[in-house]
């Protein structure tokens, strides 16, 4: 019904910058929050940053400075800039988004496949 499709992962070194792109599609009536995950070998997967409709966001603190998180209501699109990146910020990013397919439903959690990020140090 709903997919999101995650982008622009890759291979960086250390003090570069990433920006990752997550587009929803499928059967969407509309979308409230939207947000960023990681996932590194071995660690529980954590919050990286989301933003409500109203472009409301909130970050971790280990990224707070560094990630910028945006999105395009019209392309049902989130962004997450990733400037002063460190090895420490290598994982596999998700995103998710909370998606309404009728109005008669209510908002269910959608994730993407995960984008990989490697920073080298």
């Known amino acids: 019904q709903v997919q999101l499709v995650e982008s622009g992962g890759g291979l960086v070194q250390a003090g570069g910058s990433l920006r990752l792109s997550c587009a929803a599609s499928g059967r969407i009536f509309s979308i409230n929050a939207m947000g960023w995950y990681r996932q590194a070998p071995g660690k529980q997967r954590e919050l990286v940053a989301t933003i409500t409709s109203g472009g409301s966001t909130n970050y971790a603190d280990s990224v707070k400075g560094r990630f910028t998180i945006s999105r395009d209501n019209a392309k049902n699109t989130v962004y997450v800039q990733m400037n002063s990146l460190k090895a420490e910020d290598t994982a596999v990013y998700y995103c998710?988004?909370?998606?309404?397919?009728?109005?008669?439903?209510?908002?269910?959690?959608?994730w993407g496949q995960g984008t990989q990020v490697t920073v080298s140090s």
């Open positions: 998710n988004a909370e998606v309404r397919t009728s109005y008669i439903f209510g908002y269910s959690l959608y």
